[in-house]
């Protein structure tokens, strides 16, 4: 099993530029998220889905949009980026209510 | 609403010293707590787990009992190596009505010296 594979690991943008973080898992799991870590902020969650055609808002969820149209994949959507969004972005997933997380590797986006 | 209050670091420490990292929770209902792990430049792993009151969690040489009375969760580790310095989460899950949601605190960095 590859778990949850995020890409790119890096990437560069143009303020105002949009782009699709891209997350698949190949575990079957129902529950997804995404997250993005910031230097002293811990994770904060954006958006989370608990199966295909469900999503929903997070904490944090201003500037990015989401759709789960299978149970592997769950993109995340940039729609205008601003420097405030340069962050650490995290998908992770899960089987159900009271199993832990599988984390992917990460996605690092700076805004210039 | 949720949350998680972890100790702030950075805990540095002696190889073969003892670790305690402080966890504690506000939530309603009856939540799962988890221990995550972040080594350098990569993702989350699942450390630890319990979800339910007194039970207790361990996975390589550390453990953390969950404690409904005092709404604690502390990780612990009796001789810790180099190879243990990362940023540790305390994490919980509100069970039924939270979809799944987790509830993350700030992270604890802890650095293992030879």
């Known amino acids: 099993n590859a778990g949850v594979t995020q890409t790119p690991k890096f990437q560069v943008l143009k303020t105002g530029q949009s782009m699709t973080l891209q997350c698949a898992q190949d575990m079957n799991h129902e529950y997804m998220s995404w997250y993005r870590q910031d230097p002293g902020m811990g994770l904060r969650l954006i958006h989370y889905?608990?199966?295909?055609?469900?999503?929903d808002q997070g904490e944090v969820p201003n500037g990015y949009n989401v759709s789960r149209s299978t149970t592997e994949d769950f993109p995340l959507r940039l729609l205008s980026a601003a420097p405030s969004q340069t962050s650490v972005y995290f998908c992770?997933?899960?089987?159900?209510?009271?199993?832990?997380?599988?984390f992917g590797s990460g996605t690092r986006l700076t805004v210039v | 609403g949720n949350s998680v209050t972890q100790m702030e670091g950075p805990v540095t420490l002696s190889e073969e010293a003892f670790l305690t990292i402080n966890c504690t929770y506000t939530?309603?209902?009856?939540?799962?707590l988890f221990w995550y792990v972040q080594y350098p430049g990569e993702g989350l792993q699942l450390l630890l787990k319990a979800t339910k009151a007194d039970d207790k969690g361990s996975n390589k040489g550390f453990e953390a009992t969950y404690r409904k009375e005092t709404t604690s969760f502390h990780l612990e580790k009796g001789s810790v190596q180099v190879s243990d310095s990362a940023v540790y989460f305390c994490a919980l899950d509100a069970g039924a009505d939270s979809w799944g949601k987790l509830q993350f605190g700030a992270g604890t960095q802890v650095v293992v010296t030879p």
């Open positions: 889905s608990v199966g295909a055609g469900i999503t």
């Open positions: 992770a997933s899960k089987r159900s209510s009271n199993y832990g997380y599988t």
């Open positions: 939530a309603t209902g009856y939540p799962s």
